[in-house]
């Protein structure tokens, strides 16, 4: 007979020799949940084994968690009867957490025991008395209906490549139950947002055509959960910022972008990680001709500064502790504060200027877009002349020559070119034309750059050929 599974909340020992590891479980679970079950004469598939009892084999249990265990708590233990095989089942609870184990700090994890290093206790400690009841742990009125197999097959899997659990997917409840993820039958509000987002939980992004909120040039608004705005706000960043093209002299060319995309994505997952989940503001991407704005709903702690996390001083404070904690197992993000060190490190490489503003109702990642970052066409549109035909290389030749080695940079014209051509490889200059909305002389200017820099070549004839993207 199989009972059950072992959860978050419910483990099974083989015999009464394994009391050592028992009392490690019954710490695990407490710190985590504040009560759970344990079972001796279960193997951890759920078989039931049964369990030799003697008179004082009860008291010496007993007598093994008190001895052990600190704080001391007053557990329940009873024989009972199981397919008609004799087993213990010990009941246990506590509200003084965090407990220790022989002395040392334990944290569950699905339906296993891990050991907290001293950054993981003390940054427990801190959320402990920091952030007792919790927006993300609360439950929503979402069921695990809305929540899609593949997205959650995907999770499991990332979370055992990262090494932060250790069981393959089984079955949906399943899974959910074992990673706390619901309860009653509702998901926990961090699961909500991780999986299928909440009700005006939105991202707002925009590109203004200066350094100010005057003019905007385009303006989106996305919906839905946390790995897909952040996917969302990752991709329209990378459409509406500048990219080098580096050629070397290989045959794959090098394209680099103005700002380190590690950083943005950095600053992307932590400001819906730490972001204030009960305002009503939305997450913002702001594209400025100077710089890109990431911002978050939620003021950062009290008393505590950027340089603080970066500097290595104090440890991570969560505001929302279960998201964070179900993001660290897929390795979306560290349980040690190390975000905003990460995104000034990346960034100092790259010689990219980055702030961090402590607003009053929020905060925002500010990175500084680079003076010299200029388009191709700004280079070298002097030389064009005004033949667009054969007669363009030659006016063109010497200017491309002088700068065939250096940094090539794609203009947003360019890149809207690209765009088109990947699509439709057919396309005719006065097309591409009429969906950018500039003249046909300049589109053959821009192509013209691109061909010579082999980022497009062209298949065929004039009439009936087509466009490749390299």
């Known amino acids: 007979m199989k009972f059950g599974k072992e959860n978050e909340k419910l483990e099974f020992k083989k015999t009464t020799a394994e009391q050592k590891e028992a009392v490690n479980s019954i710490a695990a679970i407490l710190n985590k949940h504040g009560y759970g079950d344990l079972y001796f004469g279960i193997s951890s598939d759920g078989t039931v084994l049964g369990q030799m009892i003697s008179e004082k084999t009860l008291r010496e249990i007993s007598q093994v968690i008190s001895n052990h265990l600190e704080p001391k708590i007053y557990p329940k233990i009873t024989e009972v009867n199981i397919d008609d095989k004799t087993c213990i089942h010990v009941e246990f609870s506590g509200d003084n957490a965090p407990y220790l184990a022989f002395g040392r700090p334990y944290i569950r ?3 296993e025991d891990k050991q907290m290093s001293s950054a993981e206790f003390e940054d427990y400690i801190l959320r402990k008395n920091t952030n007792k009841t919790s927006w993300d742990s609360a439950l929503s009125d979402k069921t695990s209906s809305v929540i899609k197999t593949i997205l959650l097959k995907d999770y499991v899997k990332r979370a055992n490549q990262a ?27 961090a699961t909500a947002v991780l999986f299928s987002g909440v009700p005006h939980l939105d991202i707002q992004m925009a590109v203004f055509a200066t350094d100010e909120r005057i003019t905007f040039i385009d303006m989106k608004r996305d919906t839905g959960s946390v790995p897909y705005m952040v996917e969302a706000a990752e991709k329209y960043i990378r459409t509406n910022i500048r990219w080098r093209v580096v050629l070397d002299g290989s045959i794959k060319r090098k394209e680099i972008p103005e700002i380190p995309m590690d950083a943005v994505r950095e600053a992307l997952v932590n400001s819906f990680c730490h972001r204030d989940y009960t305002s009503s503001q939305n997450n913002e991407v702001t594209i400025f001709s100077n710089r890109i704005e990431i911002y978050n709903p939620g003021v ?6 950027p340089q603080d996390f970066i500097n290595g001083t104090e440890r991570s404070v969560k505001r929302n502790p279960l998201l964070a904690e179900f993001m660290y197992y897929v390795k979306d993000i560290e ?51 005004d ?12 200017s491309i020559d002088n700068i065939i080695n250096e940094n090539l940079i794609i203009n947003d014209t360019q890149k809207q070119i690209i765009a088109i051509l990947r699509n439709n490889p057919k396309a005719s200059a006065a097309k591409v034309a009429s969906e950018i909305g500039i003249t046909i002389r300049s589109v053959e200017r821009n192509i013209k750059i691109l061909k010579d820099f082999k980022v497009i070549e062209r298949e065929g004839s004039a009439f009936g050929g087509r466009w490749v993207v390299v």
């Open 335 to 385: 349980s040690f504060g190390t975000g905003l060190k990460r995104i000034s490190d990346v960034c100092a490489e790259a010689g990219v200027k980055v702030e961090f503003q402590l607003l009053k109702l929020g905060f925002s990642v500010v990175f500084y877009r680079s003076d010299s970052s200029v388009s191709i066409n700004e280079n070298v549109g002097d030389n064009v002349g």
């Open 300 to 305: 950062f702690p009290e008393g505590l500064t």
């Open 387 to 398: 033949s667009v035909g054969d007669n363009v290389g030659d006016s063109v030749g010497d």
């Open 109 to 111: 994890v699905a339906n």
């Open 163 to 189: 090494g932060r659990i250790s069981f393959n997917y089984t079955s949906k409840d399943d899974v959910l139950l074992r990673l706390d993820m619901i309860n009653d039958g509702k998901l926990r509000n």
